[in-house]
T-cell receptor, first 116, second 110 residues
Framework: DVKVTQSSRYLVKRTGEKVFLECVQD?????MFWYRQDPGLGLRLIYF???????EKGDIPEGYSVSREKKERFSLILESASTNQTSMYLC???????????????FGSGTQLSVL | EDQVTQSPEALRLQEGESSSLNCSYT??????LFWYRQDPGKGPEFLFT???AGEEKEKERLKATLTKKESFLHITAPKPEDSATYLC???????????FGTGTRLQVFP
């Protein structure tokens, strides 16, 4: 089974801190994604990556950056955390967006981040 | 603009009381429609992919159907363990990104 592992289940940070959220997948998937999930707003895409060192902005990239130095690892960085970044962060991966049947996402368990 | 709307927002059922969840979509060129289940405090888990109108998929008490404008997730004789939030998402040929609905929170009482 595909496993997507997020490094922290719960995280509490202070305003202005630099925050790193780590995600690792073990199935050699090409694509990795970072979403945030807020009540009433659903899942919103922050950034995604098609390949090592490649990154693309999603719908809400402001205040975030990402890093993909190795194929299996995709990091989300909050350069200066703010209270409006308190949210559930979900990492996901999939083999391909081009091959029919490969588009489904495999999600990690999420990181609940609280910024005080 | 591509859009996905799920209804109802919340649904309370008695065990054994069958019902349906709706996912309406507006997208230019549907590549696929996805259903996910999400338990509290966990990430979504894939259930089904539907690609064309008329297609149906089944898994245990769940059956997903697709028309040109909407998808239904039918739950037959639900059990308390079916309680979860059910998410719908669509992929179009216009974009590489999935568009998610806000989900239906289902509670099944014994």
């Amino acid at each position: 089974d595909v496993k997507v592992t997020q490094s922290s289940r719960y995280l509490v940070k202070r305003t202005g801190e630099k925050v790193f959220l780590e995600c690792v997948q073990d199935m050699d998937h090409e694509n990795m994604f970072w979403y945030r999930q807020d009540p009433g707003l659903g899942l919103r895409l922050i950034y995604f990556s098609y390949d090592v060192k490649m990154k693309e902005k999603g719908d809400i990239p402001e205040g975030y950056s990402v890093s993909r130095e190795k194929k299996e690892r995709f990091s989300l960085i909050l350069e200066s955390a703010s209270t409006n970044q308190t949210s559930m962060y979900l990492c996901a991966s999939n083999p391909s967006l081009d091959r029919v049947g490969d588009e489904k996402l495999f999600f990690g368990s999420g990181t609940q981040l609280s910024v005080l | 603009e591509d859009q996905v709307t799920q209804s109802p927002e919340a649904l309370r059922l008695q065990e054994g009381e069958s019902s349906s969840l709706n996912c309406s979509y507006t997208v230019s060129g549907l590549r696929g429609l996805f259903w996910y289940r999400q338990d509290p405090g966990k990430g979504p888990e894939f259930l089904f992919t539907l690609y064309s109108a008329g297609e149906e998929k089944e898994k245990e008490r769940l059956k997903a159907t697709l028309t040109k404008k909407e998808s239904f997730l039918h739950i037959t004789a639900p059990k308390p363990e079916d309680s979860a939030t059910y998410l719908c998402a669509v992929a179009s040929y216009n974009t590489d990104k999935l568009i998610f609905g806000t989900g239906t929170r289902l509670q099944v009482f014994p």
